[in-house]
Nanobody, 125 residues
Framework: QVQLVESGGGLVQAGGSLRLSCVVS????????IVWIRQAPEKEREFVAG????????ILGNSVKGRFTISRDTAKKTVYLEMNNLQPEDTAVYYC??????????????????WGQGTQVTVSS
C-alpha cells in the first residue's frame, strides 16, 4: 500500500523559511514522480514543485522559482520542499502527490497519483 506522509508545516512570518518533508512508502514502480501541490481557501490547486524519483529531474512552479527548492533523499525515501522568503500568498495546505512516470510527463498533463494528507503552511504579514 502506497503511503505519503507530509510534515513540517506551521506558522511563519513573511520572509521566513520552512522545510516540508514527504516520506514515501510502498512505491515499487520503476518510474514515478513526487510533486507538491498546494491549495489555498477558495482557490484552485496549484502545482508547486516536482521531482522524478529516479534521476532527480526537478521542476518548479513559476510562482516559487528562486524561493523554493525540491530535493530527495533516496535512502530515507523522503522528498523535501525547502521554502524560503515565504509570503502571505504562500499560505495554503501543501499536499504531496505521487503520479506514475517522470515529472516532465506529469507537467504535460499527467494524472495525479497517490495523495498525502496535507500539511498547513500559514504565513503572516
Amino acid at each position: 500500500q502506497v503511503q505519503l506522509v507530509e510534515s513540517g508545516g506551521g506558522l511563519v512570518q513573511a520572509g521566513g523559511s520552512l522545510r516540508l518533508s514527504c516520506v514515501v512508502s510502498g512505491r515499487t514502480e520503476e518510474s514515478y514522480a513526487i510533486v507538491w501541490i498546494r491549495q489555498a481557501p477558495e482557490k484552485e490547486r496549484e502545482f508547486v514543485a516536482g521531482i522524478t524519483w529516479s534521476g532527480g529531474d526537478t521542476i518548479l512552479g513559476n510562482s516559487v522559482k528562486g524561493r523554493f527548492t525540491i530535493s530527495r533523499d533516496t535512502a530515507k525515501k523522503t522528498v523535501y520542499l525547502e521554502m524560503n522568503n515565504l509570503q502571505p500568498e504562500d499560505t495554503a495546505v501543501y499536499y504531496c502527490n505521487s503520479p506514475d512516470g517522470d515529472i516532465r510527463t506529469y507537467q504535460k498533463g499527467g494524472k495525479s497519483g497517490y495523495w498525502g494528507q496535507g500539511t498547513q503552511v500559514t504565513v503572516s504579514s
